[in-house]
């Protein structure tokens, strides 16, 4: 199984990379640089994966005019 790096885009070997967490998801580099860049700026590289954060809050219930 191939996984990718979120950094450079690289395909990499799972049995090559080592895995590191971040907000429960594991992610895998190329690299100790890569790493490192992920790990500096996470936001800038986890991908759009992490769970939804609910805004909708539009959406629900009509408030009642109080
Ligand atoms: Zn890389």
Redesign the pocket.
Known sequence: MQVT?P????T?DLGVAEPTEYLGWAYF???D???S?FLTAPDRYAPSHRPPMSRDHVSGPPRSAQ
């Open positions: 790096d950094v450079c885009g690289k990499i580099f190329c690299s640089a890569c790493r860049a």
